[in-house]
């Protein structure tokens, strides 16, 4: 071999680079992905259904950042803020998401040139007998030993004329983005979680507070009956039935008090914190509030911004692409391949032009028969793509079902709010002309006591409708996909 020759050998590999960047864009077999086409529907409400005053439909939709702002509680902004940076299952998508970047890093790095380099040193004892060679007359020659040194290295490259390779990293970068979306849903599940948790601690604290209250009048009226007895201007009934009043509220209080100690516990294991390690704050009904209304986005809209929707969007593109997948499968293979070999038996002679051994390939493969498994595997592809679009569209139905629930129980949270201001409005003038009539003698003792319950009662049915709202609120923002990351941007 000359030393032109060799020189031609780096134009040649090149050459073959350059040819395998051509022709591996000959062709990309299988189903381009087309996004679905966004809903016609322009509203989420049934026939017949109330609106509610908390929201309203919005082509732009919800304002970014953190929307748990909107229920007007500094304290359940810390603790969202808390959750947020401790949440296990926050820390559990966030390392899902970083294996699905390694996924697409390494389908990305498998479908490029592959190169390797080798080195080795051998201490080698040939067998001259074992060819026959065993001297010359009486001179008897023995096994040489001696040593060799090689290096070198190879790259090969398939040229994926059907684009078999450039299918699988689109369905690598569908499934990191679909993980990504399952990312953001876990985040707004969470804050979701969260603030109906709080909302629910609030709740309690009020019906418990209402109860304390009941409880506090009904050993005021045990004493007063006792003293007037004592004066011998009370009944016996009138003692029974104040002490009966008193026992019955103060069972009401334990069912309440186990009820707040699971929400609290519920709301540690939400921030990432075992109950006895943190103390859930003391969270306020009358602290809490929607400062405006929630706005709605448009079906449209809701399809391009709920994480759901768009993870599953996102599974139904990396199912497509495994059509392409199986299909170029079912054509031929080209590769190339180049490798270039150093050997010697002295290390100085290693890198000289007698030393060295190289080669140039191309190969192909191309299925012949295999009982129809390829042709299979590609309807398998097929039908997981059926089932990926049919997921997809269950996926939007069941979003667009959430937000009419949503929706329509705020809009029955306004009316019971209304409706129950007015009983409890109503209980309380019960209650002062009850007791009016008992201080001038017009009324008896049990009917004060009747209007002091119905007015604890009107107070704790209050408390419970206006907690059901704010919790429908935090439900009407987690279906409509409300932004967290400017909160969490901020937090870090």
Known sequence: ???????????????????????????????????????????????????????????????????????????????????????????????TL??????????????????????GFNRQRANLQAFGFTGFGDVQLSNPTFSLYSVGGGISYDLDIFGGERRKLEGAAARLEAQARRTDAAYLSLTANVALQAVTIATLQAQIDAVEGMIADDEANVELVRKANALGGSTRTAKVAAETQLEADRALLPPLRGELSAARHALAVLVGKAPADWAAPEFKLAEMGLSSEIPVTL?????????????????????????????????????????????SLKPDDLFSYDATGWNIGAGLTAPLFNGGALKARRQQAREAAAIASARYQQTVLTAFGQVAD???????????????????????????LAKLAFQNGGGGFLEVLDAQRSSHNAQSAL?????????????????????????????D
């Open 1 to 95: 071999m000359s030393p032109s020759t060799n020189a031609r050998r780096p134009a040649a590999l090149l050459a073959s680079i350059s040819l395998a960047a051509l022709l591996s864009a000959c062709a990309t077999v299988g189903p381009d992905f087309e996004q679905p086409a966004a809903p016609a529907t322009g509203a989420y409400a049934m026939a017949g259904d109330a609106a509610p005053v908390e929201a309203r439909l919005d082509a732009a939709g919800a304002a970014s950042g953190p929307w748990w702002t909107a229920l007007g509680s500094p304290t359940l902004d810390a603790v969202v803020r808390q959750a947020l940076a401790d949440s296990p299952t926050l820390a559990e998508a966030d390392a």
């Open 98 to 119: 970083r294996q699905a970047r390694s996924a697409l890093a390494l389908a990305r790095g498998e479908a490029g040139p592959q190169a390797d380099l080798n080195g």
């Open 299 to 343: 079906p449209s809209e809701l399809v391009r911004k709920r994480p759901d929707i768009l993870a599953a969007e996102s599974d139904l593109h990396a199912a497509t692409a495994d059509i392409g997948v199986a299909t170029a499968d079912l054509y031929p293979k080209i590769g190339l391949s180049a490798s270039i070999a150093q050997g």
């Open 406 to 432: 949503a929706m329509s129980a705020l809009a029955a949270d306004d009316e019971a709010i209304t409706a129950q201001q007015r009983v409890s409005e109503q209980a309380e003038e019960h209650l002062r």
């Open 463 to 491: 408390a419970r409708a206006e907690g059901q709202r704010l919790a429908d609120a935090v439900r009407l923002f987690a279906a409509t996909g409300a932004d967290w990351r400017q909160a969490s941007a901020s937090a």
